[in-house]
């Protein structure tokens, strides 16, 4: 749970909008307090530019020390039902701050969910390990969907501004959130980036979550659909690794398709391992080197769109 993993008590920040408003000038709201275990997001500058305040509270990652490496092939800790400890709290204890976390992000992320349908405004929130090729996805995607549809991204990032720049010179309005030690983004975080993008109604908006197959799984954003990236370098077994990830998921993207036969990377296998995780999870490749599969991608956007038009109308009926 993020709140014993190395977040707890950090600072993120979101760019000023009218540093790079790419479709129309941004809409100025409040400040508000984002989710990450009650760190404060807040702005700072003229330029644009962010920065994260670190509480200097290093600790290591795992409270059983190097005596939890030795003595056996599988250390297991079923027994704990926190699953990790926390010094002067109790197991329960871990649980309900767990609990808070997520039931107060929730209710943001209800708060979103319910402002993008206002905007009938379809979300997608991609998440991967670092290197998937997420952002070089999103370039290929929104170069072309902008044709078509308004487009908005967020970028979240521990740190620099490189992937929302990346998107911004491809013509597309772009916030990056800086979670500093965070290792995901919240819907609090997601709420305010959101309101400092020009207006995006009826469009697409993207946003691509820290590199993390761990913990952006658990945190709801207001997001219509969840996609996890999986790139042919990283072998076939990621799904059995990380499954809370890929059972989130609605469609898994693997990527650097073209250079699976290089690799011997086994499509069918990873598929198999995948859908016993998930077994309604959809899957495509993709090339975002070459563009190959693009079009699969953009038919099942396409989808997604359809369905969510389909559940604005029986809503108001």
């Not at 760019?15 to 809409?27: C, I, T, V």
């Not at 305040?53 to 079923?78: C, F, M």
């Not at 761990?214 to 219509?224: H, K, S, T």
């Not at 999986?230 to 890929?246: A, V, W």
């Amino acid at each position: 749970m993020c709140s014993v993993c190395g977040c707890s008590g950090q600072v993120s920040s979101t760019e000023r909008a009218e540093a790079h408003d790419a479709q129309g000038s941004a809409r100025d709201r409040p400040h508000v307090q984002d989710n990450c275990d009650r760190h404060e997001a807040h702005l700072h500058g003229d330029q644009g530019l962010q920065h994260s305040h670190q509480a200097g509270h290093d600790h290591p990652h795992h409270p059983g020390g190097p005596q939890a490496h030795g003595g056996q092939a599988l250390v297991s800790r079923d027994a704990d039902p926190a699953a990790l400890k926390v010094a002067g709290m109790s197991c329960q204890g871990v649980i309900q701050v767990g609990r808070d976390i997520l039931g107060k992000n929730s209710r943001i992320a209800a708060e979103n969910r319910a402002l993008f349908m206002a905007d009938e405004l379809l979300v997608f929130n991609f998440m991967s390990s670092p290197g998937a090729g997420k952002t070089s996805l999103l370039v290929r995607a929104v170069s072309e969907l902008k044709r078509s549809c308004t487009i908005g991204v967020i970028e979240g990032d521990q740190q620099t501004s490189n992937d929302a720049e990346r998107i911004r010179s491809a013509g597309v309005p772009a916030i990056q959130v800086n979670t500093g030690k965070c290792c995901h983004l919240d819907a609090a975080m997601i709420g305010e980036a959101y309101r400092r993008l020009p207006p995006l109604t009826r469009g697409i908006l993207f946003i691509e979550n820290v590199g993390n197959l761990v913990c952006p799984a658990a945190f709801d954003l207001g997001e219509a659909c969840k996609i996890v990236v999986l790139s042919t370098s990283e072998g076939e077994d990621k799904p059995l690794k990380y499954p809370d990830m890929f059972a989130a998921c609605s469609l898994m993207l693997i990527n650097k398709i073209d250079l699976a036969s290089l690799l011997e990377f086994d499509l069918g296998r990873t598929v198999e391992y995948a859908r016993r995780v998930n077994s309604k999870i959809e899957v495509l490749t993709v090339s975002a080197r070459t563009g190959e599969g693009f079009g699969a991608f953009y038919a099942w956007i396409d989808k997604q769109a359809a369905h969510q038009r389909r559940a604005l109308k029986d809503t108001r009926r």
